[in-house]
């Protein structure tokens, strides 16, 4: 895989609640799993699943306050299993001091 993609976005996913006997994965209170677009290793995928659409509203400037919330990019969510709840940071990265975007994105070319 050649990935060629540089991010603008960096997400951190925190577990808020939540005891690893009640969770298939084993996830527990403060396990932190930080990603910029795939699923992170050894996080729950149904879960990611639901992160993912919000990550999209994020990513075309959006913000989370539409849903409720009261910070733009935190937001509070419950994992599919009922027992586990999770906090959802967006971070803006590969940007200057105005929030522009400078990351370089090339695309390998062709064989």
Same mark, same amino acid.
């Given at each position: 895989?050649?990935?060629? #993609? =540089? !991010?603008?976005?960096?997400?951190?996913?925190?577990?808020?609640? &939540?005891?690893?006997?009640?969770? $298939?994965?084993?996830? @527990?209170?403060?396990?932190?799993?930080?990603?910029?677009?795939?699923?992170?290793?050894?996080?729950?995928?149904?879960? #990611? =699943? !639901?992160?993912?659409?919000?990550?999209?509203?994020?990513?075309? &400037?959006?913000?989370?306050?539409? $849903?409720?919330?009261? @910070?733009?990019?935190?937001?509070?969510?419950?994992?599919?299993?009922?027992?586990?709840?999770?906090?959802?940071?967006?971070?803006?990265?590969?940007?200057?001091?105005?929030?522009?975007?400078?990351?370089?994105?090339?695309?390998?070319?062709?064989?």
């Amino acid at each position: 895989m050649k990935k060629w #993609m =540089a !991010e603008d976005w960096q997400f951190e996913v925190t577990v808020t609640d &939540g005891f690893a006997e009640d969770c $298939r994965l084993g996830l @527990e209170k403060g396990d932190k799993f930080t990603f910029e677009y795939g699923c992170p290793a050894d996080f729950c995928p149904r879960a #990611m =699943a !639901e992160i993912f659409t919000w990550c999209e509203v994020i990513r075309c &400037g959006g913000g989370f306050t539409h $849903r409720g919330c009261r @910070e733009k990019y935190e937001m509070d969510l419950a994992c599919p299993c009922p027992h586990i709840r999770l906090h959802l940071t967006a971070k803006p990265i590969h940007r200057d001091e105005n929030g522009i975007y400078i990351g370089k994105s090339v695309r390998p070319k062709a064989n």
